[in-house]
């Protein structure tokens, strides 16, 4: 079973950072994608920043010179370094994956979200 665990949510001060890590663990045969994706109260999910197996990155339009998207191949990790944090930004936070399991195929994963609160 694949497995992905998220940290580093929590409450934190406008202008404040945070650090998301996202660590994928099971049977994994290689990772396509890992990002952040972001929930608001009434609002639809957004896509927050994504890096492929290439290295390539994208981010949403209003977290760009923000935050940053980095990886750790060798743990299969993630992470979300977030920078001058707006009230804006408060969301829950999943961690998603487009990975080889142990099915065979290629999948998207996500794991159970971790809430991010930035007061103002």
């Known amino acids: 079973q694949v497995q992905l665990v998220e940290s580093g949510g929590g409450l934190v001060q406008a202008g404040g950072s945070l650090r998301l890590s996202c660590a994928a663990s099971?049977?994994?045969?290689?990772?396509?994608?890992m990002g952040w994706y972001r929930q608001a109260p009434g609002k639809q999910r957004e896509l927050v920043a994504r890096?492929?197996?290439?290295?390539?990155?994208n981010y949403a339009e209003s977290v760009k010179g923000r935050f940053t998207i980095s990886r750790d191949n060798a743990k299969n990790t993630v992470h979300l370094q977030m920078n001058s944090l707006k009230p804006e930004d408060t969301a829950i936070h999943y961690c998603y994956a487009n990975l080889w399991g142990p099915s065979g195929y290629a999948m998207d994963y996500w794991g159970q979200g971790t809430l991010v609160t930035v007061s103002s």
């Open positions: 099971g049977s994994i045969s290689g990772i396509n994608a």
């Open positions: 890096i492929t197996r290439g290295g390539s990155t």
